[in-house]
């Protein structure tokens, strides 16, 4: 979850996120090294009172600041090509949560047991937080799901476009009324995940977070045989 | 009580490999009522389309869809 003054991403519980984070890292290297690289040539170059009136052209010059950056795209694009298709990898799920985004709540939907279960899920307001809640984080319903489990969700909106996003599970897609997206994730060890709406949608936009709460497969079997048939 | 619940939901559907199902769930369902229609409630292949659009679609959209039906307004020729 997010803490103050936190300048990275936010610690990743599913192998998307994780590996998402390792190309940032990977790119933001390579980017400090160019930056690095070619200020430092900038400023040598403008403080260097000298000047070489021999220096008119160079084709092994000109040949290596063109091959350099090009394998330098080459390092940055490959990586990024393989995370892109890997997003896109084709699952067959386990477990179907449907996820509608009202205003200013966000009902979740689970048909594939005989239990057909439907909940809402609204923000604690901070008037009623108990002492281990996070404020504008925490709802009084959670989304229980098994961890190591693959997941679908299938996100729309009863009325206007908002967006289902958990940061630490790499997760964001708009709720768009009349169109269901899919998003397939993985989480990798229990616990609570949170999320907030990421599409402006009114007045209450930013009081109808998300929290994901990961369980053991046991518990989270308990936890749908406890709804009624 | 938690033996009795099974994990299992809808397969991936090459039909509709991409992020937007929404034909995904609207198939099935028409699929649903096209099988049952021709073969009766009780033919069990059509229970894959039952499951389908069960896991797939919104309760609000089947909930519609059924009332547009005994209206005579559904869209498509079931």
Redesign the interface.
Known sequence: MPTWMALGFQNAASPLMEQLIFFHNHALSILILVMTVVSFKLIKTITNSNINVQLLESQSLELFWTLAPALVLLFIGLPSIRILYLIDEVYNPDITLKTIGHQWYWSYEYSDFTQNIEFESFMVPSQELKSNQFRLLDTDNRVVIPFNTQVRNLISSADVIHSWAVPSLGVKADAIPGRLNQVSFLINYPGLFYGQCSEICGANHSFMPITVEATYTEFFKKWISSFKK | ????????????DPRF?N????K??FTSFVDYKRCTKLRGEDYAPCKYFEKAY???????WVEKWESQIEEGTFPTKI
């Open positions: 009580m938690a033996d009795e619940v099974k994990i299992g939901t809808a397969p991936f490999p992020q937007n199902q929404t995904h769930c069960n896991s797939l679609c919104p309760n609000a």
